[in-house]
């Protein structure tokens, strides 16, 4: 869903931005990983696929999730 027009960054649409809800570390994540997440979670097509910050307890989600 973030390859479509979001991505802030033309030049890199094999990844997507991701942000910390809480404390706002930004991590890319590859279309690999995100495409591999809806496999194994086909879930709610209108939740993003999410991960868990690497610095806090904070969630992890699509930088546009937020501006959504
Ligand atoms: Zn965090």
């Excluded at 495409?35 to 989600?61: H, K, L, N, Q, W």
Aim: hydrophobic share 25%.
């Amino acid at each position: 869903m973030c390859s479509k027009g979001v991505n802030p960054n033309p030049e890199d649409q094999h990844s997507c931005l991701y942000q910390c809800e809480l404390c706002g570390t930004q991590e890319r994540i590859p279309n690999d990983i995100l495409e591999y997440f809806d496999v194994i979670d086909p879930g709610d097509p209108e939740s993003p696929a999410t991960f868990r910050c690497e610095r806090c307890p904070g969630i992890m989600y699509p930088v546009s999730w937020f501006r959504a």
